[in-house]
């Protein structure tokens, strides 16, 4: 135990640059990704590259034609929530290089490894979610009809 600066060795107030390098590489390919779907999921409510028969059919298919509208605005709905989880993405390497990448917001402690794997963009520790998620139920208002 190394006690120079008033801590334990095994207390770490940030990950290394080995281990941030290791987190940048799991965040890029997401980003890679999370970009290629966004293309997809943004070509699939865009109608700028439908090569079928929308113009030559006939115009009366109101089931067909509410069904696509459905499909685009749920499309498009995945396409922003989309672009949020990239945005994310990339403030997680802003973090990187600050070299603040891993640390809780709340706590201050850092989040573990096998978090950040599975959520690159994690700003929170589980126990720091858990307060949050426990917090958002006990704002809620009651419903009547429930009690």
Do not use: W
Not at 38 to 65: A, I, M, Q
Not at 86 to 107: F, H, M, P, Q
Not at 124 to 140: D, H, M, T, W, Y
């Amino acid at each position: 135990m190394k006690k120079a600066t008033g801590t334990t060795s095994t207390e770490k107030n940030r990950y290394s640059d080995e281990e941030l390098e290791e987190f940048k590489q799991i965040i890029l390919k997401k980003l890679e990704k999370a970009h290629n779907d966004l293309k997809l999921l943004t070509e699939s409510y865009t109608t700028g590259n439908e090569h079928d028969t929308n113009d030559t059919s006939p115009t009366f298919k109101v089931l067909e034609e509410g069904y696509q509208v459905f499909s685009k605005e749920e499309n498009s709905k995945f396409a922003a929530r989309q672009e949020k989880f990239i945005k994310s993405l990339e403030n997680a390497l802003i973090r990187i290089e600050n070299k603040t990448y891993g640390i809780c917001r709340v706590t201050g402690k850092l989040i573990p490894k096998d978090r950040l794997r599975s959520v690159p963009h994690a700003t929170l520790s589980i126990e720091a979610k858990r307060v949050q998620v426990v917090a958002s139920f006990a704002s809620r208002p009651i419903d009547p009809d429930l009690e």
